[in-house]
Structure formats: structure tokens, C-alpha cells
């Protein structure tokens, strides 16, 4: 057995309202390689969520 950890690349995008989080992250699954599959979680507080409805959920990207 492999005693070596997995290394997976991470992205944090963090800011306050309105800043450009959502843009940013919009941008970047627009470039995203087919080949990949990437996985957003969206850490939102409120009783709407707005930014998880403005995420695509379409073949290898899993938004939560």
C-alpha cells in the first residue's frame, strides 16, 4: 500500500458581499478542462441561497 498522500489542488475564494466571488469562480469554469471534474462547496448563510443558484451543475462540476 501506497504510504504517500494524494495531493489535490484547492481553490479558496473568500470576500466580503459583492466583491466578485461568484464572477471569479464563474470565470474559472468557463477554462475548466473537460477531462477534470471539480467540486464546489459553497458555504452560505441565509435563508436563500443565492450564489448556489447562480452555479452551473452540468458534467464535472458538482456544486453542494
Known amino acids: 500500500m501506497n504510504d504517500?498522500?494524494?495531493k489535490i489542488p484547492t481553490n479558496i475564494i473568500t470576500g466580503f458581499?459583492?466583491?466578485g466571488k461568484t464572477t471569479a469562480?464563474?470565470?474559472?469554469?468557463a477554462s475548466k478542462p473537460e477531462s477534470e471534474s471539480w467540486a464546489i462547496l459553497v458555504n452560505e448563510?441565509?435563508?436563500v441561497g443565492i450564489d448556489q443558484e447562480m452555479l452551473p451543475d452540468n458534467d464535472g462540476v458538482y456544486v453542494k
Open 4 to 6: 504517500q498522500k494524494r
Open 25 to 29: 469562480i464563474n470565470a474559472m469554469l
Open 17 to 19: 458581499l459583492g466583491v
Open 45 to 47: 448563510f441565509g435563508q
